[in-house]
């Protein structure tokens, strides 16, 4: 199933009566809609009711990250990203899942400036 443009998406649920508001989309970027009093991204939901429909493709093993000392705040520091990687797979709230991923990257800035000489 091919994935249908964003602009299509916005297109039809204009026709529906949706109302475009002037906010953007922290996910995606594209501009929020008010549906039934409610402000929603209909770029991201419609998107989400294609991935419930297609068939989970196989989770992509977590590359290899080079190991510190055991014991070491290197090592806590790679344990805690793996586990924040693992959650993201599974996290459906969109908002939650940029939080943990924020937190990866915080991480990830913790690492290599653990690792400078």
Same mark, same amino acid.
């Given at each position: 199933m091919t994935e249908r443009k964003s602009e299509d998406i916005m297109a039809d649920?204009?026709?529906?009566g949706g109302k475009m508001l002037a906010k953007e989309c922290k996910v995606c970027g594209s501009p929020l809609f008010e549906l039934k009093g409610e402000t929603?991204?209909?770029?991201?939901? #419609?998107?989400?009711?294609? #991935?419930?429909?297609a068939p989970a493709a196989p989770p992509?093993?977590?590359?290899? !990250?080079?190991?510190?000392? /055991?014991?070491? $705040?290197? $090592?806590? !520091? /790679?344990?805690? !990203?793996?586990?924040?990687?693992?959650?993201? /797979?599974? #996290?459906?709230?969109?908002?939650r899942c940029l939080t943990l991923m924020e937190a990866v990257l915080a991480g990830s800035e913790a690492l290599r400036l653990l690792r400078q000489p």
């Open positions: 649920y204009l026709l529906k929603v991204c209909v770029v991201c939901a #419609e998107r989400r009711g294609q #991935e419930r429909r992509a093993p977590a590359p290899a !990250i080079p190991v510190a000392g /055991e014991g070491s $705040a290197g $090592a806590a !520091i /790679e344990s805690a !990203i793996t586990a924040l990687c693992a959650r993201v /797979e599974t #996290e459906g709230d969109e908002r």
